[in-house]
């Protein structure tokens, strides 16, 4: 059977079996800007196309429901518009590492072309069609502020320093970045997207092993994948506040860090595999990734080039979470902090707070890692910050500083000191994004697991990751300093936590709720 469709523009048909239109789109007709972050959840919109000009996920639309129809990517939109929403999320910051952006600017361009705009009614409006997709790095507020920036009609204000946007931006993130439109655009170097035609693919096959195909669907069909879902039970902290009497106690729950661009490499036989990073740190979690090592040995074995690819469900079994804690600590700094046993995380506590007696507890779960943004330290301030009873400034090793207050309705403010800003857009968008993802950690995101150590919240919506609709507004002061730039997101996640865990009352369980 052959089906025969639309795709920008131009007629092309493509044997049916059994694939997915987002598989058909990436790895059959070579176009990249649609983006597999879940696949095949359905529920990060990083697939999003336009069907007969109607937004829709790829990853979930069977290539044969396409037949006759007409597909609009983002590179098939017209390019003064590619051009115009690209401009404005570079001008806001609403693009960080670009992976989620392109189905976001695709589903944006669908809710203009009905004509919607801004103020109130176009907010709502918003924040509906943005429900559909999720954004890690920028905190959603620059996303609606590009929104805006369109509906205005404003100039794209993008004569500044790309170089040093980048820089910044590289200091945050944790590894080289690219800022500029290309990469709202989706053209921020992604290891999947570079694969050449043909290669070899590859995917966990729940075993411990990897199983090879020669497409994605066959490698699926191989190890029987079923998709993954979100359980009903009730998240609890796997350990228990030590014994003693406290000033403040804190249990806090397996956190995914819920990464876009699930981990990807490819190889060919006698090379060096890409590099899963790409664009983005991933808050740290790559850092251990499998996939380069993996996609080197299959490809030297096979004679052929291999993506090593790992499905959303892959990425929340196998790859590393935030350090579960259970702590009580005095008014004067000491105490006791139970920790889920791993490498480096002892030291981390201790070098941010000596009167801290660290107890490392093996608990069945997912792998942990110290890579992860601040782990250890975070808490760690958190907790002295509760202690003594107020936020204050929080510091971090790099210099970097951070204040965070939490207003009557919710909105947060955050002041940092950086030294030099380098670019006060890029620098923003990380403040943004880390008072986020603060946010999110102390009242929302959990993960059951069960007392075997498996993972039942498998699904991107079950991590607790806020909404669009769900975020209030951050206001972002930096301070003008002049020395060297320094990161300033891990002491902005941490002073935003310490606020908001203070507006709450300073509960002894986290989420909050």
Same mark, same amino acid.
């Given at each position: ?6 795709? %920008? ?187 050449? %035609? ?172 110290? %890579? ?142």
């Amino acid at each position: 059977m052959i089906i025969q469709f639309s795709v %920008d523009g131009r007629q092309v048909e493509v044997p049916d079996d059994g694939a997915s239109l987002l598989e058909v789109l990436r790895d059959r007709l070579g176009l990249r800007s649609a983006k597999d972050g879940c696949s095949p959840q359905g529920q990060c919109g990083c697939c999003t196309v336009l069907v007969d000009g109607a937004p829709r996920v790829s990853c979930v639309t069977p290539a044969r429901r396409v037949s006759g129809r007409e597909v609009t990517t983002l590179d098939g939109l017209p390019e003064d518009e590619r051009d115009t929403w690209a401009a404005a999320f570079t001008a806001t910051g609403a693009s960080q590492c670009g992976f989620c952006t392109p189905g976001i600017i695709v589903r944006l361009s669908g809710l203009r072309a009905k004509g919607a705009g801004s103020g109130p009614a176009g907010r709502s409006q918003l924040d509906r069609a943005l429900a559909a997709h999720l954004c890690r790095c920028t905190g959603w507020q620059t996303i609606i502020e590009a929104w805006d920036h369109v509906a205005a009609g404003t100039g794209d204000a993008n004569d500044r320093d790309l170089v040093a946007a980048a820089r910044r931006a590289a200091i945050e993130g944790g590894g080289p970045q690219d800022v500029g439109p290309q990469v709202a655009g989706g053209r921020g170097g992604f290891a999947d997207d570079s694969a050449p %035609d043909g290669a070899l693919v590859a995917i966990p096959d729940g075993a411990g092993g990897w199983a090879v195909a020669e497409t994605l669907t066959e490698a699926r069909q191989v190890v029987g994948k079923v998709q993954g879902r979100r359980t009903t039970a009730e998240a609890e902290p796997p350990l228990d506040v030590p014994p003693g009497e406290w000033a403040v106690t804190l249990r806090t729950h397996w956190v995914e860090p819920a990464y876009l661009e699930t981990d990807a490499s490819w190889c060919a036989p006698g090379g060096e595999p890409v590099t899963p990073l790409a664009n983005g740190g991933a808050f740290g979690a790559k850092l251990s990734s499998p996939v380069s090592e993996v996609a080197r040995r299959l490809a030297d074995e096979h004679g052929r080039p291999v993506r090593a690819l790992m499905s959303r469900e892959d990425t929340v079994r196998l790859g590393p979470k935030r350090p579960p804690i259970a702590a009580g600590v005095r008014s004067d700094g000491t105490g006791v902090v139970r920790v889920v046993r791993t490498p480096g995380i002892a030291e981390a506590i201790t070098a941010a707070a000596p009167g801290l007696e660290v107890e490392e507890v093996d608990v069945a779960g997912p792998p942990t890692s110290i %890579d992860l943004r601040a782990a250890g330290w975070a808490e760690t301030q958190v907790l002295l910050a509760g202690a003594r009873g107020e936020v204050g400034r929080i510091t971090a090793s790099t210099g970097g500083w951070a204040e965070a207050a939490v207003a009557e309705d919710g909105a947060i403010s955050v002041r940092v000191g950086s030294g030099e800003p380098l670019d006060e857009v890029v620098l923003r968008s990380y403040v943004i994004g880390a008072t986020h993802m603060a946010l999110g950690w102390v009242t929302s995101e959990a993960l059951v697991v069960d007392e075997a150590g498996e993972v039942h919240d498998l699904t991107l919506r079950s991590f607790g990751v806020l909404r669009s609709a769900d975020t209030p507004a951050i206001h972002v002061e930096i301070a003008a300093e002049t020395g060297p730039p320094v990161n300033v997101s891990d002491a902005s996640f941490a002073a935003v936590a310490a606020a908001v865990w203070f507006a709450r009352g300073r509960p002894g369980t986290w989420p909050t709720g």
